[in-house]
Nanobody, 124 residues
Framework: QVQLVESGGGLVQAGGSLRLSCAVS????????MGWFRQAPGKERELVTA????????YYADSVVGRFTISRDNAKNTVYLQMNSLKPEDTAVYYC?????????????????WGQGTQVTVSS
């Protein structure tokens, strides 16, 4: 069994910053890629950013390029999402997800394990 637990969400004013964390525990894998998704009310879940096992490959949705940064600490089994210059349209529940294997993944179906989500609300 694998557990993913997100933390760091909250309420912030537009232009502010938040740092999300995702701690992975339970069954261990030799390597795994990670992604952060978000889902706003009435919208489909979308990939925000992803990172390979080594951290050398990353992906960002166009809407967050230059504002969000994904990183990971494999020794701590933790992935981070630094969100700067937040906008009201970033308001959503943010989920971290795990894909077995080292290669980065950009398709929702490639991720087998999901966290419960953390709410991020950006006020205008």
């Amino acid at each position: 069994q694998v557990q993913l637990v997100e933390s760091g969400g909250g309420l912030v004013q537009a232009g502010g910053s938040l740092r999300l964390s995702c701690a992975v525990s339970g069954r261990t894998f030799i390597s795994y890629a990670m992604g952060w998704f978000r889902q706003a009310p009435g919208k489909e879940r979308e990939l925000v950013t992803a990172i390979s096992w080594s951290g050398t490959s990353t992906y960002y949705a166009d809407s967050v390029v230059g504002r969000f940064t994904i990183s990971r600490d494999n020794a701590k089994n933790t992935v981070y999402l630094q969100m700067n210059s937040l906008k009201p349209e970033d308001t959503a529940v943010y989920y971290c997800a795990l894909k077995q294997g080292p290669a980065i993944a950009t398709m929702t179906g490639q991720y087998a394990y999901w966290g419960q989500g953390t709410q991020v609300t950006v006020s205008s």
